[in-house]
C-alpha cells in the first residue's frame, strides 16, 4: 500500500510515517499542499491523508482538485480543526473520513485498513505460514485445517506477528503495537500471552514456528 500524508508538523509527520511504515505501508510526504497535489499527480496512491492548515493550498482546496481528477482515491482528513462545520467542510470537499487531532494511533491505523479495504477488489484476505492460516476477513485461525479458539487480545498479537513474520519483534514492538500503551520492563504480561499462543499453535503442531530469540524478542517463521 502506498500513502501521501500532506502535513506540515514535523514532529507529526515523524510519529505518523514511523508507524505506517512499520505496518508495512510505503509513505511519501509532503510538507504544503502545493507539492502534495504535485505528488499526487505524479504517482497512484492507495490513501492520501491531509492536514486541513497547510501552506499554499489548504487540505480542504487540495481535497477538491484532488476530487476533480480522481473520484476514488480515500482520502481521511487529518486536522486539529473538529467542530461539526470543519467536519461538514471536510466531507464536502470530498473526503472520505475525517480524525481530529490529537488521536490515538490505533484508530488511524484501524480508518486507514478500513478506507483501503473498501476500495480494494474484494478478495479473500489470508495471511499464510507453513500450514497455519489467518483470515482477516473472519478474524480466524486454523493450523492444518483445525480452528484454533484465540481471545480477542491473542488474536490482536497473532494478527501482528503474521503480519510480521519472519521479523523479530521486541517486546516493546509488541506493547506498543498490540496493547497500545508505554512499555513497562516490571510487567511480563507480553511473555505470558506469547505462551498463550505457543500452546494453542505449536504445542500439538509440527513444525513449532513461534521463536524466543533470547535478548531480542520473538519471530514466527519455519525454523
Known amino acids: 500500500m502506498k500513502v501521501l500524508l500532506v502535513e506540515d508538523e514535523e514532529r507529526m509527520v515523524s510519529f505518523i510515517r514511523k508507524g505506517i511504515s512499520a505496518e508495512g505501508y510505503e509513505v511519501d510526504v509532503a510538507f504544503d499542499g502545493r507539492t502534495g497535489l504535485s505528488l499526487f499527480r ?6 492520501i491523508i491531509l492536514d486541513v492548515n497547510l501552506p499554499q493550498i489548504n487540505g480542504f482546496e487540495l481535497c ?3 476530487r476533480q481528477e480522481n473520484e476514488t ?7 486539529a480543526l473538529d467542530s461539526l462545520a470543519d467536519k461538514a467542510d471536510g466531507f464536502n470537499a ?15 491505523l484501524l480508518r ?33 485445517g483445525q480452528r484454533i479458539d484465540l481471545t480477542t487480545r491473542e ?3 497473532m494478527e501482528y506477528m503474521m503480519l510480521n513474520k519472519g521479523k523479530i519483534i521486541s517486546r516493546v514492538d509488541i ?7 508505554n512499555f ?14 505457543r500452546k494453542k499453535i505449536d504445542k500439538d503442531f509440527s513444525p513449532k514456528l513461534l521463536h524466543t530469540i533470547v535478548g531480542m524478542g520473538y519471530v514466527l517463521r519455519e525454523s
Open 42 to 47: 505524479k504517482d497512484p496512491y492507495d490513501i
Open 64 to 66: 477538491k482538485l484532488i
Open 73 to 79: 482515491v480515500p482520502v481521511l482528513m487529518l486536522t
Open 94 to 108: 470530498g473526503a472520505d473520513d475525517y480524525l481530529a487531532k490529537p488521536f490515538e494511533f490505533q484508530e488511524l
Open 112 to 144: 486507514i485498513r478500513a478506507l483501503t479495504r473498501r476500495n480494494s477488489p474484494k478478495q479473500k484476505q489470508v495471511l499464510r505460514l507453513a500450514d497455519l492460516e489467518l483470515n482477516l476477513d473472519t478474524k480466524t485461525v486454523t493450523r492444518a
Open 155 to 157: 488474536y490482536s498479537l
Open 175 to 181: 506493547s506498543e503495537r498490540v496493547w497500545n500503551l
Open 184 to 197: 513497562d520492563s516490571n510487567t511480563n504480561v507480553i511473555d505470558v500471552y506469547i505462551s498463550y499462543l
